[in-house]
Nanobody, 119 residues
Framework: QVQLVESGGGLVQPGGSLRLSCAAS????????MSWYRQAPGKQRELVAA?????NYADSVKGRFTISRDNAKNTVYLQMNSLKPEDTAVYYC???????????????WGQGTQVTVSS
C-alpha cells in the first residue's frame, strides 16, 4: 500500500501565500517524479508543477509558485506566493512510484486539499 497525504490548504486573501505539503508513505522502493495538479469547479484537472529530474511549471504560476522535494522524507512541497482568485481549486499531489526492485512505476494520488483565494 502507498499513501499520499496532503496538507496546508485553506482560505487566503489575494496576494497571500500558502505552502502545501504531500508526504508519501508505505511500500516505496523508488519515486521517479512528484507533481502537483489542481482542479477548479467545472474545469479539467491541470498540471501545476512537476519535479521529474527537471522542474516544470504551468505558465499561469511561473514566478509565483515553487515546487521542492525532500527525498529523505518522501515529501514534496508547493510554495504558493502572490495568490490570485483564479488559483482557487482543489490541489492534488501525484507521485510516480515503484514498490519494489524491478517493478514498474505507477501513479498514485493524494486525496486533495482545498485552496480558496478570496477577500
Amino acid at each position: 500500500q502507498v499513501q499520499l497525504v496532503e496538507s496546508g490548504g485553506g482560505l487566503v486573501q489575494p496576494g497571500g501565500s500558502l505552502r502545501l505539503s504531500c508526504a508519501a508513505s508505505g511500500a516505496i522502493f523508488s519515486i521517479q517524479a512528484m507533481s502537483w495538479y489542481r482542479q477548479a469547479p467545472g474545469k479539467q484537472r491541470e498540471l501545476v508543477a512537476a519535479m521529474t529530474g527537471s522542474t516544470n511549471y504551468a505558465d499561469s504560476v511561473k514566478g509565483r509558485f515553487t515546487i521542492s522535494r525532500d527525498n529523505a522524507k518522501n515529501t514534496v512541497y508547493l510554495q504558493m506566493n502572490s495568490l490570485k482568485p483564479e488559483d482557487t481549486a482543489v490541489y492534488y499531489c501525484n507521485a510516480r512510484i515503484s514498490r519494489s526492485y524491478g517493478s514498474r512505476f505507477s501513479d498514485y494520488w493524494g486525496q486533495g486539499t482545498q485552496v480558496t483565494v478570496s477577500s
